[in-house]
C-alpha cells in the first residue's frame, strides 16, 4: 500500500486531487474533517485548548465555540502553532489507525487531504508527498467563490500557511493548478500512472 500525502494552501485544489483519488478507489482521510469530528467528540481536548485559549474561544455557556477557536487560531502564527502543536499530535494518532485499517482491508493506496500538513512536520508517515500549488491570485479568487470566508480572512490565512515555493522544497512531487479542471485532472492522472 503507498501512502500519498497531499498538500497545498487554501483554494490550491487539493480536495479535488483527493476526490480524484478515491474516485480511483484511494481510502481518503480528510485531515480537516476528521480534526473537526474528534475535537467535537474529545472534551478533555475541548479543555485543553480552553485552557490554552481562553475565554476568548468560549460561548455563554463556557463551552467549546468552533468560529471563535478559528478566528483565534488565525490570529497570528504562535497562536495558529499552539493549537497545532495541541490537535496534530491527536490526528496523527488517527492517521496512522486509518493507514492500518486500509492496509488490513488490502487498498492499494492511502491518502491523507491536509493542508497543514508540512507545517505541522508529519512526513515521515508517507511514501511521497505531493503538493497542489496554484498562483495566489487564483487561490483568493476560488476560496472567495466558495463563499465562506472574507477576503480579509483569506489574505490572513494564506500568509500563515509556508508559501508554495517554501513547500515545494519539502515535497516529492509538486502539481501546479492554475488552469481549467480538465487540465488538472489530467495533471494527476499522469501523476497516478507514473507513480502510484
Do not use: C
Not at 50 to 58: D, E, L, R, S, Y
Request: aromatic content about 8%; proline content about 1%.
Amino acid at each position: 500500500m503507498i501512502k500519498l500525502g497531499i498538500t497545498g494552501g487554501l483554494g490550491s485544489g487539493k480536495s479535488l486531487a483527493a476526490e480524484f483519488f478515491a474516485r480511483k478507489g484511494a481510502v481518503v482521510f480528510d485531515a480537516d474533517t476528521e480534526a473537526k469530528h474528534h475535537l467535537h467528540n474529545s472534551k478533555s481536548l475541548q479543555r485543553k485548548l480552553i485552557n490554552v485559549f481562553g475565554k476568548k474561544i468560549t460561548n455563554d455557556q463556557d463551552k467549546l465555540d468552533y468560529k471563535l477557536l478559528a478566528d483565534a487560531a488565525f490570529a497570528s502564527k504562535m497562536d495558529q502553532q499552539i493549537l497545532n502543536g495541541i490537535v496534530w499530535p491527536e490526528i496523527y494518532i488517527l492517521v496512522e489507525k486509518a493507514a492500518e485499517k486500509a492496509q488490513q482491508e488490502h487498498a492499494d493506496l492511502f491518502v491523507v487531504d491536509a493542508a497543514l500538513l508540512l507545517e505541522a512536520k508529519y512526513t515521515g508517515l508517507f511514501d511521497k508527498i505531493l503538493l497542489i500549488a496554484a498562483d495566489r491570485e487564483i487561490k483568493i479568487e476560488r476560496a472567495l467563490a466558495r463563499g465562506n470566508l472574507s477576503e480579509e480572512q483569506i489574505h490572513k490565512r494564506i500568509s500563515l500557511q509556508l508559501t508554495d515555493a517554501e513547500k515545494r522544497k519539502l515535497a516529492d512531487h509538486t502539481i501546479l493548478n492554475n488552469g481549467t479542471l480538465r487540465q488538472f485532472y489530467g495533471k494527476l492522472d499522469r501523476f497516478y500512472k507514473k507513480y502510484l
